[in-house]
Every structure is written in structure tokens, then in C-alpha cells.
């Protein structure tokens, strides 16, 4: 009987082989009902911030709007009342940079899987920006994951 050769070892897969690159942003200054109407119609539930000039700075996700949104009405305030008035005093509405949280956690195309997933454990998140620097290339949610192993 002829051997068939031994099989090649597997090569451990990366961030980059598994991101989604056509990631889903919003704006820093597009504000939150515009937030969430995105959110709505791509079915997601958070997505990376970024500048006008297209650069990471931040994370906002549907608990972020739900929780302010949420204190709110609970306060009995309006929902546009929020966290600032414009120069003039007039109510100002309350911009994706107002929410999200600044400190992102994210990962190099080159991280493992298995990092991947202890950082999103650690941290308790479920999305994670692959980046180089400030540069967003791709995200890495926790249905990715889930994906590989189902």
C-alpha cells in the first residue's frame, strides 16, 4: 500500500484571514438617531467611530445608545436636551462622539485567533477593530468566531 505522504500542518489562522475589511463605521459627528437607524438597517449592534479623516477613535454600541437614551427618559428629559448646548444656547443633538468609548481595544492583522478571542473574554467585548496604527483594515466580531467552530 502506498503512503500517501504526511499531511501539511495547518497554518494557525489570523485576524486578517478572518476580518470583515467592508467594515461598517459611523462618523464621530453624525449624531445618535442617525446612529441607530444604521444600526436598524445593517443589522448590527455597534460599529467602530471614525474621524473625517477616516481614522479609529473610538467604539459606540446599541448599549451606549440604549443606556442614554434609557437615563433619559428616566430622568424625564428630552432626548436632544443630552450633553450640550450649541454657542447660542439653543439644544444641541448628541453626536456619535458624545457615546462612544474612546479607549478602543483593538488587534493587528497578524494576531491569532486565540488571542483574539481572550482579548474580546478579558475585555468583555464583542467586536474588535484590526488595525495598523490609526488606520482601520477590518473588524473581528464574536459571530465571526462562532462561525469557525459551527
Not at 503512503?3 to 449624531?31: C, N, W
Not at 440604549?66 to 444656547?89: C, H, M, N, T
Not at 453626536?95 to 474612546?102: E, H, I, N, V, Y
Request: charged share 25%; net charge positive.
Amino acid at each position: 500500500m502506498k503512503s500517501k505522504g504526511i499531511a501539511k500542518a495547518r497554518k494557525p489562522l489570523l485576524a486578517r484571514d478572518v476580518m470583515t475589511k467592508d467594515v461598517i463605521t459611523v462618523r464621530d459627528d453624525q449624531d445618535i438617531w442617525s446612529v441607530s437607524w444604521t444600526f436598524v438597517r445593517r443589522h448590527i449592534t455597534g460599529a467602530p467611530v471614525i474621524d473625517a479623516q477616516g481614522r479609529l477613535v473610538g467604539v459606540i454600541s446599541q448599549t451606549d445608545l440604549a443606556v442614554f437614551i434609557w437615563g433619559q427618559a428616566s430622568a424625564g428629559e428630552e432626548f436632544y436636551v443630552g450633553l450640550k448646548r450649541d454657542p447660542d444656547g439653543t439644544r444641541a443633538p448628541v453626536l456619535a462622539r458624545d457615546l462612544m468609548t474612546r479607549k478602543v481595544v483593538q488587534a493587528g492583522p497578524r494576531t491569532g485567533l486565540n488571542q483574539l478571542a481572550r482579548t474580546m473574554r478579558r475585555y468583555r467585548i464583542h467586536r474588535l477593530p484590526i488595525t495598523s496604527g490609526r488606520k482601520l483594515l477590518g473588524i473581528v466580531t464574536t459571530m465571526d468566531l462562532l462561525k469557525l467552530v459551527g
